[in-house]
């Protein structure tokens, strides 16, 4: 049976998430806006420097990657935020 997985466990995940751009990791730079985890999944909502960001692709793949690395976890969800004022 596999640990209960919890937010520390998905931040350590997640600081191993650079954005390629300004070469720090996401967590460090305030990307993530919420964690939701129930059971063996993890909803992740996450918010990055603008809309049109060119590695938002890219990023959002990292970080399924980096949260399917946790032991327990099965299912990830990435939701992208809106930008606040737009």
Same mark, same amino acid.
């Given at each position: 049976?596999?640990?209960a997985i919890t937010e520390t466990m998905i931040y350590d995940a997640l600081r191993k998430v650079i954005d390629p751009e300004l070469r720090h990791d996401i967590v460090e730079l305030g990307f993530i806006q919420e964690i939701d985890i129930v059971d063996d999944y993890v909803h992740l909502e996450i918010q990055? @420097? @603008?809309p049109n960001c060119p590695y938002a692709e890219n990023? /959002?793949?990292q970080i399924k990657r980096a949260v399917e690395g946790v032991d327990g976890v099965h299912r990830v969800e /990435?939701?992208?935020a809106c930008m606040k004022g737009s």
């Open positions: 049976m596999s640990p990055l @420097t @603008t990023i /959002v793949a /990435v939701e992208r």
